[in-house]
């Protein structure tokens, strides 16, 4: 429920600073955003190299709302992907599934420097499968709030141009939350397992949350490289105090946009995701115990289709 809670909140700041502008001096207000839907298609018939009928659509937004007055800045955006993809004759199943909203209120020191409290919560919008290769059993892996992070932090930020800002908050905490209990009991995403006895009943359900205290930095950049080319990056970086401070997590997200003419458009998208946290499963040693650690994710989306700013 404190989850909930927060997230609610989060919206209420978006959907107050958005209210604002309409009853207020919108000089002080900058909204922008971006809405793209890309796809691809491949139809066969009688074809005699072979292949398969398939079907992909990825859709985009993003916005924001920045409020700017004298030494006091307020920035909050909301930002989603989702994306999915048949093929032949087969069920859809994602390829693309996130959404992350954030608010930042910050004081003016002096010169690029500023004082900053942060807050960010992201998470997907469904469930998530994986299909074991030996056994060929599908798992569920994934849900919504499951997992989901919350972050919040006090610090400083360092805005050198307006195309780049670096936030760095000594005082920060991450909390992990995952809603389904299947995967809570699994120990899934950093959070205390279920406790079994020695027939393998169950004692004590595994806990639904994880909370870490330690620094975090951001690095953000916008910058347009060559006519109609504009690349935007994110890199997020934590690291808990509390435990194996030197294993950072980070998060980057890679975003560029090939602009040819106001309503279509191509675009890279990358995401870069390692927590130390995190047991990917990769297979089973000679024992049929599972192979699992903490691994590098990786996920890369190119499309072109439809674009157009909010």
Same mark, same amino acid.
């Given at each position: &429920? ?20 309409? !009853? ?150 991450? #909390? ?44 953000? &950049? ?32 890679? &975003?560029?946009?090939?602009? #040819? ?35 590098? !994710? ?13």
């Amino acid at each position: &429920m404190k989850i909930k809670l927060l997230i609610v909140t989060a919206f209420s700041f978006v959907l107050i600073s958005n209210n604002a502008t309409s !009853q207020s001096d919108t000089s002080y207000w900058k909204n922008s955003g971006v809405f793209s839907l890309t796809g691809s298609q491949v139809s066969l018939t009688n074809w005699q190299a072979g292949g398969e009928n398939s079907v992909a659509l990825n859709g985009f937004f993003n916005y924001k709302i920045n409020y700017k007055k004298d030494k006091i800045a307020w920035n909050n955006f909301a930002e989603a992907a989702f994306g999915a993809s048949r093929l032949s004759e087969g069920d859809f199943f994602k390829t693309d599934d996130r959404y992350e909203i954030g608010t930042k209120l910050g004081y003016h020191l002096k010169s690029n420097l500023d004082l900053t409290a942060f807050s960010t919560f992201r998470t997907q919008f469904t469930e998530g499968f994986k299909t074991d290769a030996e056994t060929g059993e599908v798992n569920r892996i994934s849900h919504s709030f499951a997992p989901a992070y919350l972050f919040g932090g006090l610090g400083t930020e360092w805005e050198p141009a307006e195309w780049l800002q670096v936030n760095f908050a000594p005082l920060s905490t991450k #909390i992990t939350y995952v809603r389904i209990q299947e995967l809570a009991d699994r120990g899934e995403f950093g959070v205390d397992p279920a406790e079994f006895d020695g027939d393998g009943n169950k004692i004590a359900d595994g806990k639904n949350a994880r909370y870490e205290f330690g620094g975090y930095l951001k690095v953000w &950049m916008k910058k347009e490289i060559v006519e109609n080319v504009t690349v935007e990056t994110k890199a997020d970086f934590f690291s808990n105090y509390l435990e194996n401070a030197k294993n950072i997590d980070v998060t980057w997200d890679l &975003m560029i946009n090939m602009k #040819i003419n106001s309503w279509l458009s191509a675009n890279l998208t990358t995401n870069l995701i390692y927590d130390d946290d995190i047991n990917i499963r990769v297979g089973t040693d000679e024992t049929g115990n599972p192979i699992a650690g903490p691994r590098t !994710q990786f996920k890369q989306v190119l499309g072109a289709g439809l674009s157009f700013e909010l």
